[in-house]
């Protein structure tokens, strides 16, 4: 079993940056591919980034370029770098764990941006 908590979500201007950490718990954290979704309000939520446990990354078209995953398994960490943020990456952002026939999820941090 494995619990996500997310912090880092803030109010920022177009055109600059936040990084969101993601604190994970459990034994296993090391195997997991972990996640970032979103979800814009009346939208549905859809993926960010993904990060396997070997480091392989694959990322949504709407942020490639400027969004950075990484993981630091030693301390159970996974981080979103957003950079040159628009106000559509306005939503909440959700950490995520794979673990096969389901995800795990944490609460949410909210990020918003002004244009």
């Known amino acids: 079993q494995v619990q996500l908590v997310e912090s880092g979500g803030d109010l920022v201007q177009a055109g600059g940056s936040l990084r969101l950490s993601c604190a994970a718990s459990?034994?296993?954290?090391?195997?997991?591919?972990m996640g970032w979704f979103r979800q814009a309000p009346g939208k549905q939520r859809e993926l960010v980034a993904l990060?396997?446990?070997?480091?392989?990354?694959n990322y949504g078209d709407s942020v490639k370029g400027r969004f950075t995953i990484s993981r630091d398994n030693s301390k159970k960490m996974v981080y979103l770098q957003m950079n040159s943020l628009k106000p559509e990456d306005t939503a909440v952002y959700y950490c995520?764990?794979?673990?096969?026939?389901?995800?795990?999820w944490g609460q949410g941090t909210q990020v918003t941006v002004s244009s």
């Open positions: 459990g034994t296993l954290f090391s195997i997991y591919t």
């Open positions: 995520a764990a794979d673990l096969t026939k389901d995800y795990a």
């Open positions: 990060i396997t446990s070997r480091g392989n990354t």
